[in-house]
């Protein structure tokens, strides 16, 4: 079974520019969640959507939202970038949010 | 904000020593899960233990639970020169999971 994909690898954008990251889970996962991760700390929790509806949102402005497709994909924008959004964002899938949640490699982010 | 905290920061150890590594954190939890990460890239799920679980194994991997004192233990065996990594406890409480900083695993030839 493939394991969780996420795209692009790296991505280099402007201040004030969006950026548009995605996510495909393992067969059979309903759940999926969003983290930020800054250099040298653990990952934050962003969103996580199950059967896509929104189940929780963690302390991020509004300029961060997400959605979850039919097929259980994921995106997460970002809108009005800025500096401070540069990190590694992981996505994470399960198959209710109670089980083990398995990552994908992640989008590297900088934002100049 | 973090719930867990690794404790050490860090640890550098000779290749076939045991490495251990604790975690604490301050709310009730559903379950706690264990993770390795590799040069910053995604994190590998590595044992899941519950609430109602005081001890779990997996290969070389040994996982205790205390939840009176709110506090994990991670013990890895005979390492290896692969085992160089970080290291992540995170809590679960409810749908999301809360990572701390983790702890930095050397393992030196």
Same mark, same amino acid.
């Given at each position: 079974?493939? $394991?969780?994909?996420?795209?692009?690898?790296?991505?280099?954008?402007? %201040?004030?520019?969006?950026?548009?990251?995605?996510?495909?889970?393992?067969? $059979?996962?309903?759940?999926?969640?969003? @983290?930020?991760?800054?250099?040298?700390?653990?990952?934050?929790?962003? #969103?996580? @959507?199950?059967?896509?509806?929104?189940?929780?949102?963690?302390?991020?402005?509004?300029? #961060?939202?997400? %959605?979850?497709?039919?097929?259980?994909?994921?995106?997460?924008?970002?809108?009005?970038?800025?500096? $401070?959004?540069?990190?590694?964002?992981?996505?994470?899938? $399960?198959?209710?949010?109670?089980?083990?949640?398995?990552?994908?490699?992640?989008?590297?982010?900088?934002?100049? | 904000?973090?719930?867990?905290?690794?404790?050490?920061?860090?640890?550098? +150890?000779?290749?076939?020593?045991?490495?251990?590594?604790?975690?604490?954190?301050?709310?009730? +939890?559903? =379950?706690?899960?264990?993770?390795?990460?590799?040069?910053?890239?995604? *994190?590998?799920? *590595? +044992?899941? +233990?519950?609430? =109602?679980?005081?001890?779990?194994?997996?290969?070389?991997?040994?996982?205790?639970?205390?939840?009176?004192?709110?506090?994990?233990?991670?013990?890895?065996?005979?390492?290896?020169?692969?085992?160089?990594?970080?290291?992540?406890?995170?809590?679960?409480?409810?749908?999301?999971?809360?990572?701390?900083?983790?702890?930095?695993?050397?393992?030196?030839?």
């Amino acid at each position: 079974d493939a $394991g969780v994909t996420q795209s692009p690898t790296h991505l280099i954008k402007t %201040r004030g520019q969006q950026v548009t990251l995605r996510c495909s889970p393992i067969s $059979g996962h309903k759940s999926v969640s969003w @983290y930020q991760q800054v250099l040298g700390q653990g990952p934050q929790f962003i #969103f996580q @959507y199950y059967e896509k509806e929104e189940r929780g949102r963690g302390n991020f402005p509004d300029r #961060f939202s997400a %959605r979850q497709f039919p097929n259980y994909s994921s995106e997460l924008n970002v809108n009005a970038l800025l500096l $401070g959004d540069s990190a590694l964002y992981l996505c994470a899938t $399960g198959q209710s949010s109670y089980n083990e949640q398995f990552f994908g490699p992640g989008t590297r982010l900088t934002v100049l | 904000s973090q719930q867990g905290e690794e404790d050490p920061q860090a640890l550098s +150890i000779q290749e076939g020593e045991n490495a251990t590594m604790n975690c604490s954190y301050k709310t009730s +939890i559903n =379950n706690l899960q264990w993770y390795r990460q590799n040069s910053g890239r995604g *994190l590998v799920h *590595l +044992i899941l +233990i519950r609430s =109602n679980e005081r001890e779990k194994h997996s290969g070389r991997l040994r996982v205790t639970l205390d939840t009176s004192k709110k506090s994990s233990s991670l013990l890895i065996t005979a390492s290896r020169a692969a085992d160089t990594a970080s290291y992540f406890c995170a809590t679960d409480n409810d749908y999301k999971l809360s990572f701390g900083a983790g702890t930095t695993v050397t393992v030196r030839a």
